[in-house]
Antibody
Framework: QVHLQQWGAGLLKTSETLSLNCDVS????????WAWIRQSPRRGLEWVGE???????NYNPSLRGRVTISKDTSKSQVSLRLTAVTAADTALYFC?????????????????WGQGTEVTVSS | DIRMTQSPTSLSASVGDRVIITCRAS??????FNWYHQKPGQAPKLLIY???RLQSGVPSRFSGSRYGTDFSLTITSLQPEDVGTYFC?????????FGQGTKVDI
């Protein structure tokens, strides 16, 4: 059974860099895309971005170049880095596995999620 | 960006009731559409993928359907463990987007 364990600093000041990690156990990073999704009362569920099996990144344009998602296969870990944070980045952050259910059509869904990390940005 | 609009925002039903939640996409997403259920303090859980395909381990009382850009999630007989918030999501293109959620209580 695949398990995603998130960790990282949850309290930041404005302009600092958010750094979160997601350790994958019980399965491989290979063969899947990996996403970060955040949730806040104001914005609901918001897709931050993904890293594909081949290492291609796709990011939400709303984050204006502040976001980097990377993976370390040797550590079985996916990471999120968000620079120049503001109060608007305060949210519950989730990592999630994007499973492809149909290779031909590219049909995907987030079938495994981490436990979530509460991030608060204050001035 | 594709906007996903759910209705209703919340509903209250009795155990055994048939519950229907809808989601409309602002443009065609074909069957690149998923439903999730989130209980308080937990991460979302995948229920339906590809508009109508039941995720492994999900009870058969859940079903999904599509008509154009309108999608429905049906719970045929609401159970106490079904309380929480339901979200729709499109995986047609980037950025992926979610509905605002439908809160279900008993």
């Amino acid at each position: 059974q695949v398990h995603l364990q998130q960790w990282g600093a949850g309290l930041l000041k404005t302009s600092e860099t958010l750094s979160l990690n997601c350790d994958v156990s019980g399965g491989s990073l290979s063969g899947y895309s990996w996403a970060w999704i955040r949730q806040s009362p104001r914005r609901g569920l918001e897709w931050v971005g993904e890293i594909t099996d081949s290492g291609t990144n796709n990011y939400n344009p709303s984050l204006r170049g502040r976001v980097t998602i990377s993976k370390d296969t040797s550590k079985s870990q996916v990471s999120l880095r968000l620079t120049a944070v503001t109060a608007a980045d305060t949210a519950l952050y989730f990592c999630a596995r994007a499973r492809s259910y149909d290779v031909l059509t590219g049909l995907t869904a987030y079938d495994v999620w981490g436990q979530g990390t509460e991030v608060t940005v204050s001035s | 960006d594709i906007r996903m609009t759910q209705s209703p925002t919340s509903l209250s039903a009795s155990v055994g009731d048939r519950v229907i939640i809808t989601c409309r996409a602002s443009q065609s997403v074909a069957d690149y559409f998923n439903w999730y259920h989130q209980k308080p303090g937990q991460a979302p859980k995948l229920l339906i993928y590809g508009a109508s395909r039941l995720q492994s381990g999900v009870p058969s009382r859940f079903s999904g359907s599509r008509y154009g850009t309108d999608f429905s999630l049906t719970i045929t007989s609401l159970q106490p463990e079904d309380v929480g918030t339901y979200f729709c999501q499109q995986s047609f293109n980037n950025p992926r987007s979610f509905g605002q959620g439908t809160k279900v209580d008993i």
